[in-house]
């Protein structure tokens, strides 16, 4: 290198600085075309995360509106149950299009659909169970007066023609079809079994 004269040395130098350059430029463009496929995958892998997040949002709605309805028997709870179900299965058959490929995802999907089925029924089961007691409540009514005025009467009458131990039997009848009444009542609108003793 003591042989070449500056001129040489200068175009050595700069065609170093230049390879240099275009080797770290290579390495650069590289790392940015991988960094774009790492990035869509990360993209992929969020946007399936905030799915399922929407999924589990879903399902505790539909829980949370179930046990309004319960509590309060509103229509609008009840609809809200059912939307809350239609979005998770919504969501449901949206993910197991993107997992198509994925053994595990799609079983876990299908867990979901499992289970958001049986939720589903369930709920449905519990509301008509609801509205039939409903019913029965407007039938039992009626007849539970009719009783009651039955028994009142028979102890008025008895009582006004003498037989006062016919009259007192009356009224205790009277009183134990009122607590009868009661107690059915209680049951079909609470569904508590302590009514049925």
Same mark, same amino acid.
């Given at each position: 290198?003591?042989? %070449? =004269?500056?001129?040489?040395?200068? &175009?050595?130098?700069? #065609?170093?600085? $230049?390879?240099?350059?275009?080797?770290?430029?290579?390495? #650069?463009?590289?790392?940015?075309?991988?960094? #774009?496929?790492?990035?869509?995958? &990360?993209?992929?892998?969020?946007?399936?995360?905030? +799915?399922?997040? $929407? !999924?589990?949002?879903? !399902?505790?709605?539909?829980?949370?509106?179930?046990?309004? &309805?319960?509590?309060? /028997?509103?229509?609008?709870?009840?609809?809200?149950?059912?939307?809350? !179900?239609?979005?998770?299965?919504?969501?449901?058959?949206?993910?197991? *299009?993107?997992?198509?490929? +994925?053994?595990?995802? $799609?079983?876990?999907?299908?867990?979901?659909?499992?289970?958001?089925? @049986? &939720?589903? @029924?369930?709920?449905? =089961?519990? *509301?008509?169970?609801?509205?039939?007691?409903?019913?029965?409540? #407007?039938?039992?009514?009626?007849?539970?007066?009719?009783?009651?005025? %039955?028994?009142?009467?028979? @102890?008025?009458? /008895?009582?006004?023609?003498?037989?006062?131990?016919?009259?007192?039997?009356?009224?205790? @009848?009277?009183?134990?079809?009122?607590?009868?009444?009661?107690?059915? *009542?209680?049951?079909?609108?609470?569904?508590? $079994?302590? %009514?049925?003793?």
């Amino acid at each position: 290198m003591s042989s %070449w =004269n500056i001129s040489k040395r200068i &175009y050595v130098g700069f #065609g170093s600085v $230049l390879a240099i350059l275009l080797v770290l430029g290579g390495i #650069g463009i590289f790392e940015t075309l991988r960094l #774009g496929g790492v990035f869509f995958e &990360y993209r992929e892998t969020g946007r399936n995360s905030r +799915d399922l997040l $929407l !999924v589990k949002v879903n !399902v505790l709605e539909a829980r949370m509106a179930a046990i309004n &309805y319960r509590l309060t /028997s509103n229509p609008e709870k009840r609809s809200e149950v059912e939307t809350s !179900v239609a979005e998770v299965i919504a969501a449901r058959d949206e993910l197991r *299009s993107r997992f198509s490929d +994925d053994p595990a995802q $799609l079983g876990v999907l299908e867990d979901i659909a499992n289970n958001i089925a @049986a &939720y589903q @029924a369930a709920f449905e =089961n519990y *509301s008509a169970l609801r509205d039939r007691r409903q019913i029965l409540l #407007g039938e039992l009514e009626p007849i539970g007066a009719a009783i009651e005025e %039955w028994t009142a009467s028979r @102890a008025t009458n /008895s009582a006004a023609s003498g037989d006062s131990e016919a009259a007192m039997l009356a009224e205790a @009848a009277s009183t134990r079809i009122i607590n009868v009444r009661l107690a059915i *009542s209680q049951f079909l609108a609470t569904g508590s $079994l302590t %009514w049925l003793d």
